[in-house]
Antibody, heavy 119, light 107 residues
């Protein structure tokens, strides 16, 4: 079964840091581009970062550029999101999502992990 | 960045109805559009990609159309399980962007 499981969320103070992880199983992780998408409470989906299978080119939404860093470890079937200089507006459920192919959308999502930025 | 605009933001309908949701891109995205369904407290699920290709396992009452800047998601014969929020997403640009969402409610 194809599965993505996020972890690492929690309560952090403004200006603090947090590292999210996403453990993949049931598919050849190294063959797929991966993404982080977040959803603030009661709001819509916001794509925040993507990384291809080879980590060759990485993209970020303007809202997180310079503060967040996406990375992956294909040997450990894991995706990461290092979040620094956190702000209240970063409070959201963070999902990792697999891109099915270069022709497809995000065909597999984790259950999400909640990040709350509050003093 | 490519902006995606969905309409309506909320849609009330009854079981058995046919409904259409529209998504507009701020510039041409060819057919590089996906649709997702999200239920409360759950992760989104991919319904349609390449504007009109149904993801495996998705019921045939869902259909998508369009190209360029205007796209539609149609659900023919609403079922109780279809009441959810729907999002479009462009993937022509690597700065993937989602529409604001359309909440489909029971009338």
């Amino acid at each position: 079964e194809v599965q993505l499981v996020e972890s690492g969320g929690g309560l952090v103070k403004p200006g603090g840091s947090l590292r999210l992880s996403c453990a993949a199983s049931g598919f050849t992780f190294s063959s797929y581009g991966m993404n982080w998408v977040r959803q603030a409470p009661g709001k819509g989906l916001e794509w925040i970062s993507s990384i291809p299978s080879t980590s060759s080119y990485i993209y970020y939404a303007d809202s997180v550029k310079g503060r967040f860093t996406i990375s992956r470890d294909n040997a450990k079937n894991s995706l990461f999101l290092q979040m620094n200089s956190l702000r209240a507006e970063d409070t959201a459920v963070y999902y990792c999502a697999r891109r099915g192919s270069s022709l497809s959308g995000f065909d597999c999502w984790g259950q999400g992990t909640l990040v709350t930025v509050s003093s | 960045d490519i902006q995606m605009t969905q309409s309506p933001s909320t849609l009330s309908a009854s079981v058995g109805d046919r409904v259409t949701i529209t998504c507009r891109a701020s510039e041409s995205i060819s057919i590089w559009l996906a649709w997702y369904q999200q239920k409360p407290g759950k992760a989104p699920e991919l319904l349609i990609y390449k504007a009109s290709t149904l993801e495996s396992g998705v019921p045939s009452r869902f259909s998508g159309s369009g190209s360029g800047t205007e796209f539609t998601l149609t659900i023919s014969g609403l079922q109780p399980d279809d009441f959810a929020t729907y999002y479009c997403q462009q993937y022509k640009s690597y700065l993937f962007t989602f529409g604001e969402g359309t909440k489909l409610e029971i009338k």
